[in-house]
């Protein structure tokens, strides 16, 4: 006899599951916004700032980017407390996912300001502009736009990576199919709502991100 599909269960766990959809999207809001920020400072150092902060943003970047998220988040929540920073789960899975997407962040806008003719960074000297104000008002928006479909992806991918701060108790999706699968003992239905979840989540996430990307960065016509 085959396997007897059964989602009556979902009806009854609808809210813990739109609760835990509810914090996904909260962490991925605050991440992509402060991560990219942070980003933006980095990439800012690394390219056109000062020479003495350098090897410091060099050394954060190289260090989250070649060191699991996991144990980032577990750094941040475990550990931090051992110097009197209490954080709640919350607070830690925001800050693990800032840090983590800004350092990979930083690389990718890097990455578009290194494309940047020449041309450009002479033009903001011509006008008088400090360094920062030619980052600022030349460089920055034509960079952004060069890197957006890959930086769109990034931020994809830190959101679908935010699965495992369930393992510091946050109440997020995967949390709640964890806990939903605990009581129904239906796993692979359980499960298979949860997964289809997150690619809803991933597609909607591209098309926002794209969307935000026609916005602030039109194509100029040929």
């Known amino acids: ?57 060099s050394a954060y970047v190289e260090l989250i980017r070649n060191t699991p998220f996991l144990i980032q988040l577990f750094f941040i929540f475990f550990g931090l407390p051992s110097l009197d920073l209490q954080l709640t789960a919350l607070e830690a899975a925001n800050l693990a996912m800032v840090v983590n997407l800004g350092a990979y962040s930083c690389e990718i806008i890097r990455a578009g300001i290194q494309a940047t003719p020449r041309g450009q960074f002479e033009a903001g000297k011509s006008l008088a502009m400090t360094p920062f104000q030619t980052f600022r008002h030349v460089v920055l928006v034509p960079a952004l736009q060069r890197i957006w479909p890959a930086l769109a992806s990034q931020i994809v991918i830190v959101m679908l990576g935010s699965s495992v701060v369930s393992q510091i108790s946050v109440e997020d999706l995967t949390f709640a199919a964890n806990f939903v699968q605990s009581r129904n003992f239906r796993a692979f239905e359980t499960y298979a709502v949860a997964t289809l979840t997150y690619l809803v989540l991933a597609i909607m996430l591209r098309k926002v991100l794209d969307g935000v990307g026609w916005l602030v960065f039109p194509r100029r016509k040929a």
Request: charged residues 10%; aromatic residues 14%; positive net charge.
């Open 1 to 57: 006899m085959g396997y007897q599909w059964n989602f009556d269960w979902l009806a009854g766990y609808l809210p813990i599951l739109l609760k835990g959809i509810s914090i996904t999207v909260e962490l991925i809001a605050v991440g992509a916004a402060l991560g990219v920020s942070l980003g933006i400072a980095c990439a800012w150092v690394r390219t056109l700032g000062p020479a003495w902060l350098r090897p410091f943003v």
